[in-house]
């Protein structure tokens, strides 16, 4: 796809620099919602809370909070967006919400560059049972 005027839509597993769609599109407006139904039944601690603002504020991009859907959304008629670029997830939580504003609106998803490339998918959930996996593969090389 190519958009005229997208939107950005940045979500947890892109927030930094090396976002994709902001490396491919610098000048377009760019969204990170905290999505406070996630953050109540995951009970997600404030320092990760922190952890995402302090991320998100190194960022050129708008802030929301509430329902992802809805705000991505809104932000691109807001902006007369003719589509939505992000990062393409790999939390089955964001692929969901990817797939929602996608019945809404264009979406193009761009394949990050990795971290790590590791020989088999991360198992997700914690970041420690990942770190445990990826350690070795980051640290093999020095």
């Not at 952890?51 to 959304?73: C, N």
Request: glycine share 4%.
């Amino acid at each position: 796809m190519s958009f005229q005027r997208p939107v950005i839509w940045v979500h947890e597993e892109a927030l930094g620099s090396s976002n994709p769609a902001l490396l491919e599109r610098p000048n377009s407006p760019a969204l990170f919602v905290f999505d406070t139904r996630w953050i109540q039944e995951a009970r997600i601690s404030r320092k990760r809370l922190g952890f995402l603002y302090e991320s998100a504020l190194d960022l050129p991009i708008t802030l929301r909070k509430g329902d992802v859907v809805k705000e991505v959304i809104a932000f691109a008629e807001r902006h007369n967006a003719d589509g939505i670029l992000s990062s393409l997830p790999v939390d089955p939580r964001l692929e969901r919400i990817a797939a929602s504003i996608e019945e809404h609106c264009p979406l193009e998803l761009l394949e990050p560059e990795p971290f790590v490339s590791m020989p088999r998918p991360p198992r997700l959930g914690r970041f420690s049972r990942y770190w445990r996996e990826a350690e070795p593969v980051v640290w093999g090389g020095f």
